[in-house]
């Protein structure tokens, strides 16, 4: 019997403190002023979001799910079987997991900001598909996608450097980019699929617009775990700026912003306050609005011509009875 594979690891470059705290004090010196969502995951971030996806008015997760499990069979004619199954924001990797049976992919990269995160993680999975190697990536692919050298000699290694590259992105993450943004990730996608071999591509779910009084809720749900989520940005950015701002202080703000087609959420002060942190301070009058993050909403037809602008050739596209909800195969 082969002996089992074991999960291999790469951290790539990580921001240090000095970038970090530069990053926040640009976005407080701003009017409006604004923090990158990034900073709504720390630990008690990450967890809050698994709870969001519990609620009842959290419908993308649900939903996207349930495409998932209803076209895995279709969605396996398009996706090659024996690719390499490059998983970005993996977290738990429980959706590609979900996948494995129906993909059949030859090895697995999961990709997020940090390993550590993605360590116990990988290890159970490798449990479960002992003869799959799985490499755990690293890095802030927010700022840039690239698997970079260490994971091209991994792949070698492996046996996988020219087998086709599914590059897989769930939850509608692509919806937290602005268009322009998201076309940037987009093509650095196109090209990580692009350096594999013949037939990879991109299985992407992505939001959709609907009325208000579906998304609204989605983001200002009853029992206040969204609020939560926001304010604890507070909670982080004073953790890595050494900032003072008291949480309870901001009330959490979203709506939907239709001439945008997003979801906007804002932190707003209850009282005008001055927030300090060593070296430099902010003052806030009462509503003046902390944007925290943007939830773009896409129509299949727009999100289609994105990605062929990306570079992407022919589109599989799938979706829910509702059509709240819509997963796109893309070509490289
Ligand atoms: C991760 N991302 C796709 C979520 C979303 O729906 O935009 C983040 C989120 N923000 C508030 N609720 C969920």
Request: aromatic content about 10%.
């Amino acid at each position: 019997p082969s002996t089992p594979c074991l999960p291999s690891f790469v951290q790539l470059h990580r921001p240090d403190d000095t970038a970090v705290r530069a990053e926040l004090v640009a976005g407080l010196a701003l009017s409006p002023p604004r923090i990158a969502p990034k900073f709504l995951y720390d630990a008690l971030g990450s967890r809050l979001f698994d709870a969001i996806t519990e609620l009842a008015e959290y419908y993308p997760t649900r939903t996207e799910a349930a495409i998932f499990a209803q076209h895995a069979p279709d969605m396996a004619l398009a996706v090659p079987a024996g690719a390499v199954l490059i998983d970005l924001g993996a977290g738990s990797c429980a959706k590609a997991a979900r996948l494995f049976p129906a993909l059949r992919p030859a090895a697995y990269v999961a990709v997020d900001i940090s390993v550590d995160y993605l360590r116990a993680a990988l290890d159970a999975l490798q449990q479960r598909h002992p003869a799959l190697p799985m490499l755990g990536l690293g890095m802030d692919f927010s700022a840039r996608l690239a698997l970079g050298p260490q994971a091209a000699d991994w792949l070698a290694t492996s046996g996988a450097a020219r087998l086709p590259r599914a590059v897989f992105y769930p939850g509608s993450s692509i919806g937290n980019f602005s268009s322009t943004e998201a076309l940037a990730l987009l093509r650095q996608a196109h090209v990580v699929c692009a350096e594999g071999g013949a037939g990879g591509g991109l299985l992407i779910g992505v939001d959709r617009v609907k009325p208000r009084a579906v998304l609204e809720p989605a983001y200002d749900d009853a029992l206040g775990v969204t609020a939560a989520f926001n304010r604890n940005l507070l909670l982080n950015v004073n953790r890595l700026l050494g900032a003072d701002f008291a949480p309870q202080a901001w009330q959490h703000v979203a709506f939907f912003n239709a001439e945008a087609s997003r979801i906007e959420m804002h932190l707003e002060p209850t009282r005008a306050q001055t927030v300090r942190w060593p070296g430099g301070e902010r003052h806030f009058s009462a509503g003046e609005r902390l944007h925290t993050e943007n939830s773009y909403k896409w129509e299949p037809a727009d999100f289609e011509a994105l990605l062929g602008e990306a570079g992407f050739g022919a589109v599989r596209h799938w979706s829910d009875q509702r059509g709240w909800f819509s997963v796109f195969w893309a070509e490289a």
